[in-house]
């Protein structure tokens, strides 16, 4: 299939469309708050102050910049362009970090769930130190009545390995990540196979310079991995078949 530029922006544009949905639907008062922050005077980047983080909204991790102004307002976040990640450029979701930022939902300290005397249940604000004293409580009352190897962890993110070694201290090895059998460790034998080492992050292809990209089982476009469809987007515009 020869793609060109236009046609591949419409593709990725789909996938924004629904990313827009999908963040309508969850909650508009974040995005509403993030204008509303935006509403104040027009500053210019000498008056912010920029700040080094990364994006956690997906695995890829894109290093970037924070603009902060003087009343310790988020006004910007852009890629930093050291970082072969993004390049200097985040994906629609990274740059829209500041809506996230604002979002009312957003989590800020645990929540208990409780249930009132009708049944109906709700969530009320609680101290890390009443959240964690309740797990420990939870958890020590399973080991205690089923033994630790009841309890097993599906892990994802990069939580997963803080909570492997909360299990391993509890007692348990049933740790498993459905996500790396179905996603990165067939890339991890693959690689290892034919590169003779393991993928590494941001992965070493050569996507940008290819002359024709044959995709198996991979979405990129739609997956927004940030680098990878900024070369597949140069790829394109050097005539490489897709
Ligand atoms: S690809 Fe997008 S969502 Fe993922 S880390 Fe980069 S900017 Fe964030």
């Known amino acids: 299939m020869k793609s060109n530029r236009r046609q591949f922006i419409k593709i ?88 996230m930022y604002h979002d009312e939902d957003r989590l800020k300290n645990p929540l208990i769930r409780e249930t009132k005397e009708d049944g109906t249940q709700y969530y009320r604000d609680a101290s890390w130190e009443e959240a964690l004293d309740l797990i420990a409580d939870k ?19 990069t939580g997963g390995k803080l909570m492997g070694h909360l299990l391993k201290a509890y007692g348990s090895s049933n740790i498993s990540a459905p996500s790396f059998a179905q996603c990165r460790g067939p890339r991890e034998v693959a690689f290892t196979a034919t590169f003779g080492e393991d993928v590494q992050s941001p992965e070493r292809t050569d996507i940008r310079d290819t002359k024709c990209l044959v995709l198996i089982g991979s979405h990129i476009g739609e997956n927004m991995h940030n680098g990878q469809i900024q070369e597949m987007s140069d790829a394109i515009d050097n005539g490489a078949t897709i």
């Open 139 to 157: 958890m020590g009352k399973i080991k205690k009545e089923h033994g630790p190897e009841c309890v097993a962890l599906f892990s994802h993110g």
């Open 12 to 99: 990725s544009t789909l996938g924004t469309g629904g990313l827009a949905l999908g963040l309508s639907s969850m909650n508009l008062n974040g995005i509403n708050a993030a204008y509303a922050a935006n509403k104040n005077e027009a500053v210019s980047d000498e008056d912010l102050t920029p700040y080094p983080t990364y994006c956690e909204v997906c695995f890829w991790k894109c290093a970037a910049w924070t603009y902060v102004d003087k009343k310790g307002e988020i006004r910007k976040i852009i890629g930093n362009k050291e970082d072969p990640h993004c390049n200097g450029r985040l994906c629609p979701r990274g740059t829209g970090g500041i809506g």
